[in-house]
């Protein structure tokens, strides 16, 4: 399965890879303090959190994107720059819209 080298599949990996890692972050760093909605209005409410939780979560793509690179599988290294930078883009904005 993950041998592929499709864009679709690329940005399949680049999508789900930062929402798997804040679920990760969450019950690392915050589970003991805050619920989930707690969490959520804590980070709506704190410019500094986003780019705080963005970047850890953006690891796990900068990780998938390096392996699939050294692979040759350009095609789907390609899709998860694109989300990548989707996600980093979109990180900013809500910071500056905050």
């Known amino acids: 399965m993950f041998k592929k080298d499709n864009l679709r599949f690329g940005i399949l990996l680049g999508f789900i890879a930062p929402l798997l890692s804040l679920v990760i972050y969450y019950f690392a760093k915050f589970s003991t303090y805050f ?3 707690d969490f959520l209005h804590f980070v709506s409410t704190n ?9 850890p979560c953006l690891l796990l793509n900068i990780a998938l994107f390096t392996v699939y690179i050294n692979t040759r599988r ?7 720059f694109a989300i990548t930078l989707v996600y980093a ?5 809500l910071k500056f819209a905050l």
Request: charged fraction near 15%.
């Open 35 to 37: 619920t989930v909605s």
């Open 89 to 93: 883009i979109g990180a900013m904005l």
């Open 74 to 80: 350009d095609k789907t290294a390609k899709g998860i």
């Open 47 to 55: 410019k500094s959190q986003v780019t705080a939780i963005s970047v």
